[in-house]
């Protein structure tokens, strides 16, 4: 005891500077040494909304703006010695996010954690157009109890950092078509259609496929390089592979679908796997010659059932001046006509150069999927000698897509606000794969519904959806505006999007006396009907009470003057009982 007494002495006596001197731990640390309770580990997206099985993890998902209902997993450990239970957790949400209870989401746990368990709780939130991809901080409150104590639960406030990744969405579509009967590289384009970049990227092409109608062997068939590494494609950006494709000849002349398998780094680092089907337009067998034709723009396919420009550029191969060039143009199909220039003299077409030439077409609609042929017949002088050659222009004639929406309102179905309308396609072909997504409404939702898949929209038949919304309580009538996102995909499989915008009346449910709820339009027309009904029936009275009060004043002055008597008077001017039956 006296060696601690001379310890404490001396520490006394050293100055307060020396402390300040001496490294130690902050308040902070100190309290968090000792903090005994939940405390976090880690937060991210997944598909389900509990545990999964024992010896499985949860699956990481990504999660976009405007993807509406989806659930954040914020993972917790106890650290602590004492199991703990009934675990509930309140969740802030900065902007841009909401959820059915207010401000905050809830999630709770009500099994047992042992000491030093993990737990996992799960807050569904919906993620509006209104955020944006990258991190967020919020805050959660969290209430527990030990298993042997009684009284009040402990609580803790933690720090919950979390993000919104973005998704990885790629497409590929094939630039132009290829003929039959040879081959050549095929320009494909590869697209990242989502919201966060994809990394590492490889795509490999099928070594076969289709099926050639006649031989029921491959169609395509692919050469060379069949694997081809595309490093990071960011949101938005494309980059183009060009294989080597073999076309067997009479492969049909019209779609064949290539899959194309693409891996690629999403935004957790994970590496996934999809299979990307690219439309690709097998054309007619085309000659070879000095002179050739090819298509500009996307003038290898043709719209059906509306007029279409078809231009193509018209090459001199040679290594001579072609000169006094004339070229003429007409179709191989009946149900294909030329309604523009069937002709046009070129002049002088130097060695290796090229002349733009366009006219305009129709296609009927029995052409849609088949594949036709224009000949281009060229007359030139080469070398002082007149000749005549003919070169083939294969193209591919598809349908049109054109998709309206009209009848956008709100509905109650079953008690509950819908956002309902029709989609109509205006079209000659199906429109595949079709969703409806609402991407804004105002105030009239309290959070954005998911996306909702309608499947195949045919041509010329309406086709209605109906999306269940949260109206937020308290909301008044009103026209609000709202923003629809309908995506589809062609007959070529590449990816469209259409954005409508509308203004949709709301009048909020009422309950009416009897129980019975009505739309506030319904009620109001049911109480204007009855005070226009009540208000005839007083009218009514009225002019009746004046009518006898006015035929009592001349009674009076009837009886005064010897006249009648008041029934007398009150039957000619009322009418007797019996008269009114």
């Not at 497409?171 to 994809?198: F, K, L, M, Y």
């Amino acid at each position: 005891m006296k060696l601690l007494a001379a310890i404490i002495a001396a520490m006394m006596l050293i100055p307060v500077s020396a402390y300040a001197q001496q490294p130690g731990p902050s308040r902070f640390d100190i309290i968090q040494a000792n903090y005994s309770g939940p405390v976090f580990l880690d937060a991210f997206w997944t598909d389900r909304t509990t545990p999964p099985a024992t010896g499985t993890s949860l699956q990481k998902v990504e999660v976009a703006p405007g993807d509406g209902a989806s659930v954040l997993a914020v993972t917790l450990a106890n650290r602590g010695f004492s199991e703990i239970t009934a675990v509930r957790g309140t969740l802030s949400l900065p902007t841009g996010f909401s959820s059915s209870g207010g401000n905050g989401a809830e999630a709770s746990n009500s099994g047992i954690v042992s000491a030093g368990g993990v737990f996992t709780l799960f807050f569904q939130v919906s993620v509006s157009e209104r955020t944006r991809v990258g991190d967020y901080s919020t805050s959660l409150h969290v209430e527990y109890s030990r298993t042997l104590e009684t009284g009040t639960p402990r609580t803790a406030d933690l720090n919950i950092p979390f993000k919104v990744t973005g998704k990885v969405i790629i497409d590929a579509s094939a630039q132009g078509g290829v003929a039959s009967g040879g081959s050549s590289r095929v320009p494909i384009e590869i697209t990242n259609t989502g919201s966060a970049p994809a990394t590492g990227v490889v795509v490999t092409v099928p070594g076969s496929s289709g099926v050639n109608t006649t031989t029921q062997q491959a169609a395509i068939v692919a050469l060379g390089q069949k694997t081809f590494e595309l490093g990071v494609i960011p949101p938005g950006e494309s980059k183009t592979i060009e294989p080597t494709l073999y076309v067997a000849e009479t492969s049909g002349e019209a779609l064949q679908a290539v899959a194309l398998n693409v891996t690629y780094g999403n935004a957790y680092g994970e590496r996934k796997t999809s299979n990307v089907p690219v439309g690709l337009v097998v054309l007619p067998e085309t000659t070879s010659s000095p002179v050739s034709v090819s298509p500009v723009g996307e003038s290898s396919i043709i719209t059906a059932g509306k007029i279409t420009d078809l231009s193509v550029s018209l090459i001199n191969n040679r290594d001579q001046e072609l000169s006094d060039v004339v070229v003429s143009v007409s179709s191989q199909s009946d149900s294909i006509k030329i309604l523009g220039f069937t002709s046009w003299s070129i002049g002088d077409l130097q060695a290796g150069s090229s002349q733009e030439i366009s006219t305009r077409v129709f296609a009927s609609e029995d052409m849609i999927g088949r594949a036709t042929t224009f000949v281009f017949t060229v007359q030139h002088v080469s070398a002082g000698q007149p000749q005549v050659e003919t070169v083939s222009l294969g193209t591919y004639v598809d349908g049109e897509i054109s998709i309206k929406a009209y009848e956008v309102g709100v509905t109650y179905i079953g008690g509950r606000p819908n956002l309902t309308g029709n989609l109509l396609n205006e079209g000659n072909v199906l429109a595949l794969f079709t969703t409806v997504q609402v991407v804004s409404a105002g105030d009239l939702v309290e959070s954005l519904p998911p996306q909702q898949y309608l499947g195949d929209l045919t041509e010329n038949s309406p086709l209605p959806f109906s999306i269940p919304i949260d109206v937020p309580e308290g909301t008044g009538a009103g026209t609000y505006p709202v923003e629809l996102k309908i995506q589809y995909r062609d007959t070529l499989r590449q990816l469209h999007t259409l954005d409508v915008s509308a203004n949709v009346d709301f009048v909020p449910e009422v309950v009416t006396e009897n129980g019975s709820q009505q739309a506030g339009s319904q009620a109001m027309a049911s109480t204007v009907a009855g005070g226009v009904a009540a208000a005839a029936v007083i009218a009514f009275v009225i002019f009746r009470m004046r009518k006898k009060a006015k035929l009592k004043r001349t009674l009076q002055f009837s009886k005064q003057n010897g006249g009648q008597d008041i029934e007398s008077v009150l039957d000619t001017h009322l009418g007797k009982p019996e008269e009114k039956k």
